[in-house]
């Protein structure tokens, strides 16, 4: 599945998507139909929480301003599998950098655990699927907005690091390139001066110049 890199006309605004079916969810859409997501797209998302409150329901029980706000957060985030913006849906290791598309995480097979009774929505990448359980027990007490958002706040970090990080490499690489080369000491030794002559005299004759 292709994704573009800018936004499409009708189209999710996280997964750049129109197609709707039962691993998507709905495809919401605003009154002035300047926002459209699918509803998996939200439910997964780090920085997205449901409010389950009735004048909600016209989009998935989420705050649109809401909705808004992690579009353009995740236009600063790349799939770790197809490389396109708008993943904000990261592996729920706080330690790991992965982050996805919903659909894309299905397809690289990560650990997509749901549960609606509880409220918990999370993911975990191929690496960090096998202890999901051992993490998930620990978060069992935890309420979904507090975990999604140590989520998000960590994507955040480590987006700010990745991109501090890249800035000192780029520094580095400019003063190397402005640095002038030092000049290295003139090693050469110098031709002997004119008009002098080096001379060697016999032992004869200097013991007989010692004697006068």
Do not use: W
Not at 90 to 100: A, E, F, P
Not at 120 to 147: F, G, M, W
Not at 182 to 190: I, L, N, S, T
């Amino acid at each position: 599945m292709s994704r573009s890199s800018g936004k499409i006309s009708g189209a999710c605004g996280f997964c750049q998507q129109r197609e709707e079916n039962e691993s998507t969810g709905h495809l919401y859409k605003s009154q002035d139909e300047e926002i459209f997501a699918h509803y998996k797209c939200m439910l997964f998302s780090s920085g997205l929480v449901t409010q389950n409150t009735p004048d909600l329901n016209d989009f998935g029980g989420f705050h649109l301003e809401d909705v808004r706000r992690e579009m353009e957060r995740g236009q600063k985030l790349r799939c770790s599998e197809c490389k396109a913006k708008g993943a904000t849906v990261g592996c729920d290791n706080l330690d790991c950098k992965r982050t996805y598309h919903y659909e894309c995480a299905k397809k690289c097979k990560a650990k997509v655990v749901e549960d609606e009774e509880e409220g918990i929505y999370k993911i975990y990448c191929h690496e960090h699927r096998r202890n999901h359980s051992e993490v998930t027990l620990n978060d069992a007490a935890v309420p979904q907005c507090s975990s999604k958002g140590m989520r998000a706040a960590s994507q955040d970090v480590l987006l700010e690091q990745q991109e501090e990080d890249d800035k000192a490499v780029q520094a580095a690489g400019d003063t190397a390139a402005n640095q002038e080369p030092k000049e290295e000491p003139d090693q050469h030794v110098p031709p002997p001066q004119e008009g002098l002559v080096k001379i060697h005299l016999e032992p004869e004759t200097y013991m007989e110049a010692a004697a006068e």
